[in-house]
């Protein structure tokens, strides 16, 4: 017999089987015959897993200054993962946010599984170099700088990506016309010089006592300083800017 024919008589006495059911029963019937034939997915979808890590290193270099390129390599083919529904994606520890890395992806329901895909992340900036010679001690102005655009995803850690980060600090070694400027090679300026006579000012809720002192050390802004009261007690606090140390209770 045609089934086309059969079809609506199946449907009716379907609807007359669940009519004859406690409510609750007809609620479950009711699910189980819309979600017949339905297709649900046993594995889980590649494309996906490139896409929830591809979100994931576009959201991790949103901060970054410049042009942003990600690319996630393509998931082995012999991966049969179960179809998941709370998917995380992370950077293992340690791990920069640019150049060759791996992207973790955990899942956390209904089953549990974890892979890690591998991916490029470029990123092309201005960054800074030496624009000559430069000595140890030297203090950095505009002049000593120079822009260059390049990918820095292959630099060392650190570079100086703005002039502010590098004017009126100090080197820690000299450099050769063109090296790159690193954070690392870079020091504050002294706001505090040892044997400098200091104002030392110890302050807390409700007080504020300031005394003279003199340095022992070399200590830019914000680093711990030492000094000598006048009355011969050592004591350490913060240094600030005008040769003062404070010191909070």
């Not at 950077?91 to 890690?116: D, F």
């Not at 007690?233 to 909070?248: C, D, H, L, P």
Request: hydrophobic letters at 40%.
């Amino acid at each position: 017999m045609d089934t086309l024919f059969l079809r609506p008589i199946l449907l009716a006495i379907s609807c007359s089987a669940l009519l004859s059911l406690p409510a609750d029963a007809q609620m479950q019937a009711q699910i189980q015959l819309q979600t017949q034939g339905a297709e649900t997915p046993s594995s889980q979808s590649h494309a996906e897993l490139k896409k929830v890590a591809a979100n994931f290193l576009q959201q991790m270099a949103s901060n970054q200054p410049g042009e942003v390129k990600i690319s996630v390599n393509e998931v082995d083919s012999r991966l049969n993962l179960a179809a998941c529904q709370d998917m995380a994606a992370f950077l293992p520890p340690g791990s920069k946010p640019w150049g060759k890395i791996s992207v973790g992806i955990r899942c956390n329901a209904p089953k549990t599984w974890q892979i890690y895909l591998q991916a490029q992340v470029q990123v092309t900036s201005d960054y800074y170099v030496a624009a000559k010679s430069l000595q140890i001690g030297q203090v950095l102005s505009l002049d000593d700088l120079s822009k260059v655009r390049g990918e820095v995803s292959s630099l060392p850690a650190g570079v100086i990506m703005a002039p502010e980060q590098a004017i009126g600090k100090s080197l820690s070694m000299s450099l050769a016309s063109g090296s790159l400027l690193r954070m690392d090679i870079l020091k504050s300026p002294s706001v505090v010089q040892q044997g400098q006579t200091v104002r030392i000012v110890s302050q807390g809720p409700g007080f504020q006592v300031a005394t003279e002192g003199q340095s022992l050390s070399n200590s830019a802004d914000g680093q711990t300083a030492k000094a000598r009261t006048n009355s011969g007690q050592t004591v350490s606090g913060i240094a600030r800017a005008g040769g003062i140390i404070e010191i909070n209770y």
